[in-house]
């Protein structure tokens, strides 16, 4: 059988001398789930986008049906039956479902938009491949994983043969990444091949067929799903072993943190955290579970001082946290990872060295007088780049010139680089690559050996589930379950929690609270 | 790869990004030059002669170059002025009113029996400094504390302190005989000396270049300045680092402000005028927003961009002058400098053409393919 789509030997170098593709070969059956996995950095994006028109390979040629073709733009992918969904949606909020579906080739009656044409269009298709979606509501108020089926009913109503889906369960949890992979099925069966973008090894293991691996900006090799293990796959993605569990916690410490009917409000008076209690022990993790928007940012927040505490306190070693600034709450010892390193963790147009220095401007070692001691921050800088091995430049250069990993290392090594007594920690390892991650989950255990109390919250959950010692699952502002971590607890388990449809009754949570 | 190394490849990469941008700067500067050029053929009788005045009379006499270095302290200071509110990511625009808010203050002392001895020319260099930070923090604290927008009030800011000036001078400071627009002239011990006799450069170009030095180091070597950038940069980082936003915004506008008041007093007291009248800059206080964007807020490159700026400046108004040539062809120059220079374009190069031909050398070849 001859392959329905081929790349064959892509080069792609970027403007300023980055090797994204690297002689990059990829063979797609037609009627597979076909993954392409790899580290960030690893060049699936770039070889997706050139695939989709919207870069173009500086050496190499691409075959769809055994013809050669270059597309100049996404629009003539499309036309050749070509579809992509994007991380990052491209849907209009306030339009309906069905007029983002048929936006751009509406269905005409004489010169007016036949709406009643372009709905019964959008339900037949939504039937046809099972991505059940009401046509009818503005797209901003469905939850993500609907607005992710609005955009494949997109490519769908453009007539894709073939569907490029970017890291598709990234923004899903448990239960809609089951609806996405019954929705794969169902293209597949009906003749569509699917071309899945991912990181997440058990994903990848469960839906695909066959399994491209890139490294480097080169293709590692091509495997077939049932010949692998999540093991060797990772060994093949990152070119070494790789340890994808940590030790647990091995004592447990005194307490650290303890939150005491604690109240969070919005700006318009909304509760996000309502009466929640809940207590930290030095040297453990305990982790924030919970489909996201339902109070866990909102309390990490709130302790880190960036939002005010509406009622109840949060005690740092006995003292109450609420009239401290956050500069007061730093020098005692809290730390913390914010949710997003761009928009609230760095500064991406300042230097590194000033992004590592940026919490301590207090500090006499860095700051006399109120001038800066540059020769101070640089060794700060060189020394924090060595221990936590940021790929940069050096000190001088630009946060935004860093690939996400290294951004995240950027923050975690500022954050880490005093042993905290509290450590605030929100998606550490959002869009960074297998081997950052790996880095950082240790950086993690590390301080908590060392004796800090650590607060996670991850939508991811396989994270949650290798990095806490103890779960409480977060449902509208409260904690409905409570876990002592171990080998049986299953992410189904925390789903149904975290969706609302069981809780625990306080005598089962007392286990899991301590 | 080892620290040297390291160091030396980050030296290497600054010198490469100041060549890239003065490039950049050069290259905008030259086309816009054609395009005046152009223009001129369009509207000059004889184009070639004055396009020659616009590029060379500033240089041609002693009084003309007085003119132009005059104008380029000036440049420099509004220029610092905006860099800062700039580098903080504040829009305030309120240098204007700042000049003029400092020059009356620096008129009052002037005109005082203070300014009738040795204290008159620093005491008036203070005072103007003191009212322009004053009246650049208005807006800033209006911002923090009641969420006003700080262009707005800073742009109305300045129709005030104009107005201000306007009705005091009319009516208030002493004037040589009633119904001129002008004050007494300061006493000789509150004008600035100046450097070159027989020319406007005075001690204003030595505050000018003071000036870069310490904004320089206020936000290159002090905390102030790294909070500043921070600032800048991303407020909500800022924010969860634990530094305080808003009195940064707030001093920032507030020293910005003193940088105003200072270039009033230079108006007044420099040698140019050596009085107060109505309506005196001459819209040149805005001009420091040009100024910032083309050196990219940068303090030390602030006096470079204002060296070919202020001689563009003084090419026009010689034109305007001594030629048929109007000296509105000249704002069309600086806009289309701002323009190139904003939209952060770069010189057509290999990529451009390679792309034109690329595109054009790979539709025939696809056609081959049917």
């Known amino acids: 059988m001859s392959a329905l789509l081929e790349a064959i030997g892509i080069g792609k170098t970027y403007p300023g001398g980055v090797v994204a593709n690297d002689g990059v070969n990829l063979s797609v059956n037609a009627g597979e789930v076909h993954a392409v996995v790899g580290e960030n950095g690893a060049g699936k994006s770039t070889l997706m986008k050139i695939l989709f028109g919207i870069e173009h ?30 991380q990052h949606f491209s849907l209009v909020p306030s339009f309906s479902v069905y007029e983002n579906v048929v936006l751009g080739s509406e269905p005409h009656a004489g010169i007016r938009f036949d709406r009643q044409k372009a709905i019964a269009a959008v339900r037949a298709l939504s039937e046809k491949f099972r991505l059940s979606v009401d046509p009818l509501p503005p797209v901003g108020q469905l939850p993500v994983g609907q ?94 072993e790789v340890a994808l569990r940590v030790d647990r916690a091995s004592n447990d410490g005194a307490m650290a943190c303890e939150i005491k009917a604690l109240k969070v409000k919005s700006e318009s008076g909304a509760l996000l955290v309502d009466d929640l209690n809940l207590r930290v022990h030095a040297g453990e993790i305990v982790g924030l579970v919970g489909v996201e928007g339902n109070g866990q940012s909102e309390l990490l927040e709130a302790i880190a001082g960036l939002r005010p505490i509406a009622d109840g306190v ?33 500064a991406s147009g300042s230097s590194v060295a000033e992004n590592l220095v940026a919490t301590r401007l207090d500090d006499p070692r860095y700051v006399r007088n109120g001038l800066l001691d540059l020769k101070a921050i640089k060794a700060n800088a060189e020394k924090l780049i060595e221990r936590f091995s940021i790929r940069v430049g050096g000190p001088g250069a630009a946060v935004s010139t860093l690939s996400g990993g290294n951004m995240q290392k950027v923050v975690v090594a500022r954050e880490l680089s005093e042993q905290p007594r509290l450590l605030l920690v929100n998606q550490p390892t959002r869009g960074v690559d297998l081997g950052a991650t790996q880095f950082i989950w240790k950086s993690l255990t590390q301080a908590r050996d060392a004796g800090a109390a650590v607060l996670l919250s991850s939508a991811d959950l396989s994270e949650l589930l290798a990095l806490s010692d103890r779960l409480v699952v977060f449902y509208r502002g409260r904690i409905v379950a409570a876990f002592l971590n171990s080998d049986t607890l299953t992410p189904e388990t925390l789903g149904t929690y975290m969706l609302g449809i069981a809780s625990q009754t306080p005598e089962e949570m007392q286990g899991g609270l301590r | ?198 020319t406007r450069i005075d001690l204003g170009l030595i505050f000018a270049l003071v000036a870069v030095l310490a904004v320089w180091f206020a936000l290159y070597r002090t905390s102030w300045g790294l909070k500043l950038r921070l600032v800048g940069h991303n407020a909500n980082f800022a924010e969860y680092a634990g530094i305080r936003s808003t009195a940064i915004m707030v001093s920032a506008m507030t020293a910005a402000g003193a940088l105003g008041g200072l270039l009033g007093s230079m108006f007044v007291q420099g040698q140019t005028y050596g009085y107060l009248t109505v309506l005196f800059e001459g819209n040149l206080a805005f001009e420091g927003i040009l100024v910032a964007i083309v050196a990219r807020s940068r303090p030390l490159a602030v006096p470079v961009v204002a060296l070919f700026y202020g001689y563009l400046r003084q090419g026009a108004q010689l034109m305007n002058l001594r030629t048929d040539v109007p000296s509105e062809v000249i704002g069309v120059v600086t806009a289309i400098i701002i323009l190139l220079v904003a939209s952060s374009f770069s010189m057509p190069g290999r990529q451009f053409w390679a792309r034109i031909m690329g595109r054009s050398a790979a539709a025939p070849a696809l056609e081959a393919q049917k």
């Open chain 1, 57 to 86: 390979a500086d050496r190499g040629e691409l075959r769809l049906d055994g013809k050669v073709v270059s597309f100049a733009n996404p629009r003539e992918a499309i036309n050749s039956g070509i579809g992509m969904v994007f």
């Open chain 1, 147 to 240: 607005q992710q089926r609005v955009e494949i009913l997109k490519a769908l109503y453009r007539d894709a043969r073939i569907l490029i889906l970017d890291e598709p369960t990234a923004v899903l949890a448990p239960q809609e990444v089951e609806e996405l992979f019954v929705a794969v099925r169902a293209l597949v069966e009906q003749g569509r091949t699917v071309i899945f973008i991912a990181h997440k090894l058990p994903e990848v293991l469960e839906i695909s067929d066959r399994i491209t691996v890139m490294r480097g900006g080169k293709t590692v090799g091509q495997v077939a799903a049932r010949d692998v293990t999540e093991q060797s796959l990772a060994t093949m993605m990152v070119g070494r």
């Open chain 1, 314 to 346: 949060a005690y740092l070693d006995g003292t109450s946290l609420s009239p401290l600034s956050v500069l007061e709450r730093r020098a005692r010892g809290l730390a913390s990872i914010p949710e997003d390193r761009i928009a609230r963790g760095l």
């Open chain 2, 1 to 198: 790869m080892s620290m040297t190394t390291q160091a030396e490849l980050s030296r290497r990469d600054r010198l490469k990004t100041i060549r890239r941008e003065a490039g950049r700067a050069l290259g905008a500067a030259l086309i816009a030059l054609g395009i005046a050029f152009i223009i001129v053929l369009f509207t000059s009788k004889a184009p070639l002669e004055a396009f020659n005045v616009l590029l060379t009379a500033p240089m041609s006499r002693p009084r003309t170059i007085g003119l132009w270095i005059d104008d380029v302290a000036k440049l420099t200071i509004t220029g610092l002025a905006f860099s800062l509110v700039f580098q903080a990511r504040q829009f305030s625009m309120g240098v204007q009113g700042q000049v003029y808010v400092g020059a009356l203050a620096a008129a009052y002392v002037a005109l005082s029996p203070i300014g009738a001895t040795w204290a008159g020319l620093p005491v008036g260099v203070f005072c103007a400094m003191l009212a322009g930070a004053f009246w650049g923090f208005i807006p800033g604290i209006a911002k923090v504390k009641f969420g006003a927008n700080e262009i707005v009030s800073s742009l109305m800011l300045n129709y005030i302190a104009i107005e201000l000036c306007n009705f005091l001078v009319r009516t208030n400071l002493p004037k040589p005989q009633p119904g001129v627009l002008t004050t007494n002239n300061f006493p000789e011990t509150a004008v600035f000396p100046p450097l070159v006799d027989g």
